[in-house]
C-alpha cells in the first residue's frame, strides 16, 4: 500500500483507492485542472465513477449522492487523518461537487445552499482556525456539516455542528503557535474600523474614546504572545486576510455594521481581559471604584488589579460595571450550610479567574457565529441576530441528509497537555466506531450521536482490519505470498482511555474532584492501576516515560495509540482544563 501511494504521488496522484476508502497524501499545491467545473462534471456524468474513473474525492461525494437518491437513505462521510493532512480542503472540494451536481438540476447553476456553507468558512476559519507548528491554518474545533435534500433530491438548507473547540488557545499558545487567527486581525492598521465608534461616554478609570487605541500592539498582548516572536512575525499579513474573509462573510449573511461590530468588540474585549494583571492591594494602583469584599484576615494578602485603567478598559468592552468586574475576579462568593460568604483569591486564582471569563466570553461568541450561519443556511431570513434559544447543535431534521464530518486529527507535539489527549482520544473513538458501523451496517443516527458527542481509535482499529482483510483476500486471488496479520476488534489505549475502573478518563474526573486533587496523583493512580503487563494491568498501552529536562510540578505518562507514542505531561493546569468552571460570581 506504502509503495503504492508513494509511485503514484511522484505522478501526482494525490488520491488512491483502498476498497472503498480513498486515501488523500497532501501534496501541498494546488492543481486547478484536477479541481475544475469540467472534472467535478466529468465524475458527475460518468456511469460510474468509482469504477471508470481515477480516485478521486469527487468520487468519494458522488457515492454519497448516489445512494442518497438511490436508496433514499441518509449518508455520512467521514474525513480523518493528521493534523495538516488536507481534511478541511477535502471538505471543501466535496462540498464544490455536491453543489455542482446540485445545480445541474437547476440548469447548470451551483446550488445556493452549498454556496451559502462554503461563504461561511472563512468566517469559521477566523474564530476557530489557528496556526500550529504543524500546519498554518489548523482547525481547533470539530465540524459536522449537514447538508439536508427534499424528497426530490434538490438540496433543501443545511446545518453546522461544531465541538471540542480549543478554548484554551485563547489563553496561550505553545511556542511557534499563534492564537485564533480573529485575533490577530482586530490588532495593528486596519483593525480599527471593524470596531463599533465609542460613544465618548467612558468608563470609570477611562478618559473616554479608546477604541483600538485601547489595545497594545501583538506582541505586548498578553493572550498574544505565548507562542514567542517568531509566531508574531507575520502577525499584520494575517489580519488583513482574515479581516477581508471575515468581512466578506458576514456581508454574506446579512450581518449589518452594527451587528459586525458587536462581534469584534467582544473579541477585543477578550484581549483586554488579557491585559489585567494582580498585585497585592498595597502595591496595586488605586482604584476610583469601591468594592465590598470582607478585609483580610491574619495572615491573608488582599489582591486587587495592578492597574486600574486595564480592568476600567476590560469592563468597559464587556458593557459591566469595573467595580463589579475586578471583585468578581478577586473574590468569590461560597455558600455553606450557615449562609453565604466571600473568599479572598490569591494571585493565581485571580488569573484563573480572568482566564476561565476570557475563554467563556469567546466561547459564546464562537456559539453566537455558527447560530448566526446556521439561521441562514436552514431557510430563515437573511438578517437578524439569532434567538437565544436556538441550539447550534440542533440536528433535528426528518427528511434525508449529506453529513459530513471534518475533525481535528492525531497530533503529537514537543509537549502533550490536555487538549492533545482529548484531541487523541477522539481519534481513536471515532476510528474504531466508524469501521464498526460500516461493517455492521448500522443507520446513520448512530454515526450522527457518535459524531456529536466523542470521536476517533476506534476508527484506525477497525480501518485497518478492514483494509488487511481486502489486501490478503486480493493476495490470496493474486499468488502473492504473505503472512497472516491479525488485528482485534478493540484497541487496547482505547480500553485504557475509557475503563471505569482505572482508565484515564475516570481516574482524571476522580482526582479533579479531590480537594487534595495533584498531578501528581494523577500519575500515581495511573501507574497503579496500569503499568503491569496484561491481564493485571495495560503496560501493553501504557508506560510512564523521564522528563530529560525534569520540569518542577510536571508528571508525564505515555499511551500508545494507533499512530505512534505520545507522552502526557500533567500539570496543575492540566486538571483544571478538565473542570474549565466559571465561579458563580464570574458567570
Known amino acids: 500500500i506504502l509503495a503504492a501511494l508513494r509511485a503514484r504521488f511522484a505522478a501526482h496522484a494525490s488520491w488512491t483507492w483502498v476498497g472503498t476508502i480513498i486515501i488523500a497524501v497532501n501534496p501541498y499545491q494546488w492543481f486547478p485542472k484536477l479541481y475544475s467545473r469540467d472534472t467535478m462534471l466529468h465524475y458527475h456524468r460518468a456511469a460510474d465513477a468509482h469504477r471508470e474513473l481515477p480516485p478521486h474525492v469527487f468520487a468519494v461525494a458522488r457515492r454519497a449522492l448516489d445512494s442518497l437518491l438511490a436508496a433514499d437513505e441518509s449518508q455520512s462521510v467521514l474525513v480523518s487523518g493528521e493534523s495538516g493532512a488536507g481534511k478541511t480542503e477535502s471538505v471543501k472540494i466535496m462540498m464544490r461537487y455536491l453543489a455542482c451536481a446540485d445545480g445541474e438540476r437547476g440548469g447548470g ?8 456553507v462554503l461563504q461561511t468558512n472563512p468566517l469559521l476559519e477566523a474564530f476557530g482556525n489557528a496556526q500550529t507548528v504543524h500546519n498554518d491554518n489548523s482547525s481547533r474545533f470539530g465540524k459536522y456539516i449537514q447538508l439536508r435534500y427534499a424528497p426530490g433530491g434538490a438540496q433543501a438548507g443545511a446545518h453546522i455542528a461544531t465541538y471540542l473547540l ?74 488583513a486576510a482574515v479581516r477581508e474573509g471575515a468581512s466578506e462573510a458576514m456581508a454574506a449573511l446579512g450581518m449589518d455594521e452594527a ?5 469584534f468588540a467582544g473579541v477585543r474585549a477578550v484581549l483586554l481581559l488579557g491585559q489585567v494583571s494582580f498585585a497585592r492591594e498595597a502595591e496595586a494602583e488605586p482604584a476610583p471604584w469601591t468594592t465590598a469584599a470582607p478585609a483580610a484576615e491574619m495572615g491573608q494578602e488582599r489582591f486587587a488589579p495592578r492597574h486600574a485603567a486595564a480592568v476600567a478598559a476590560a469592563a468597559r468592552a464587556l458593557g459591566v460595571d469595573p467595580g463589579d468586574l475586578s471583585a468578581a475576579l478577586c473574590t468569590r462568593q461560597v455558600t455553606a450550610a450557615d449562609g453565604s460568604f466571600t473568599v479572598l483569591l490569591d494571585e493565581a486564582q485571580c488569573l484563573h479567574a480572568r482566564d476561565a471569563l476570557a475563554k467563556a466570553v469567546y466561547a459564546s461568541l464562537f456559539a453566537y457565529v455558527v447560530r448566526r450561519c446556521n439561521r441562514v443556511l436552514g431557510g430563515g431570513a437573511v438578517g437578524g441576530a439569532p434567538a437565544a434559544a436556538e441550539d447550534d447543535l440542533d440536528l433535528a431534521w426528518a427528511g434525508r441528509f449529506i453529513g459530513i464530518l471534518d475533525i481535528f486529527g492525531f ?52 480501518f485497518v482490519n478492514h483494509v ?36 484515564v478518563l475516570a481516574l482524571l474526573d476522580e482526582e479533579c474532584q479531590l480537594r487534595q486533587g495533584s498531578a501528581a496523583g494523577l500519575v500515581t493512580k495511573l501507574r497503579e492501576a496500569n503499568e503491569r503487563p496484561p491481564p493485571q494491568g495495560r503496560g501493553n498501552c501504557f508506560a510512564v516515560p523521564r522528563l530529560s529536562h525534569g520540569t518542577a510540578g510536571v508528571h508525564p505518562f505515555l499511551i500508545r495509540h494507533y499512530a505512534a507514542d505520545v507522552a502526557y505531561e500533567v500539570d496543575a493546569a492540566f486538571l483544571a482544563k478538565n473542570t474549565d468552571a466559571l465561579h458563580a460570581d464570574l458567570s
Not at 476510528?431 to 448500522?442: D, P, S, T, W
Open 166 to 239: 480549543e478554548r484554551s488557545r485563547v489563553v496561550g499558545q505553545a511556542e511557534g503557535e499563534r492564537n485564533f487567527h480573529i485575533f490577530y486581525a482586530i490588532i495593528g492598521a486596519g483593525g480599527a474600523e471593524m470596531l463599533p465608534h465609542d460613544s465618548g461616554e467612558g468608563g470609570a478609570g477611562e478618559e473616554g474614546g479608546g477604541g483600538a487605541l485601547d489595545l497594545p500592539p501583538a506582541a505586548q498582548c498578553e493572550y498574544l504572545r505565548g507562542g514567542g516572536a517568531t509566531a508574531l512575525e507575520t502577525s499584520e499579513d494575517i489580519g
Open 109 to 116: 447553476r451551483m446550488a445556493s445552499t452549498t454556496a451559502q
Open 411 to 462: 497530533e503529537r507535539f514537543a509537549t502533550n497537555s490536555f487538549e492533545q489527549l482529548c484531541i487523541n482520544y477522539a481519534n481513536e473513538k471515532l476510528q474504531a466506531q466508524f469501521v464498526n458501523h460500516v461493517l455492521k451496517e448500522q443507520q446513520a443516527e448512530l454515526f450522527e450521536q457518535l459524531c456529536i458527542n466523542y470521536a476517533n481509535e476506534k476508527l484506525q482499529a477497525q
Open 259 to 263: 451587528e459586525r461590530g458587536a462581534i
Open 468 to 503: 488487511l482483510k481486502e489486501q490478503q483476500a486480493e493476495y490470496a486471488r493474486e499468488g502473492v505470498p504473505w503472512s497472516a496479520v491479525s488485528v482485534g476488534e478493540t484497541s487496547p489505549a482505547l480500553e485504557l482511555l475509557e475503563a471505569k475502573r482505572g482508565g
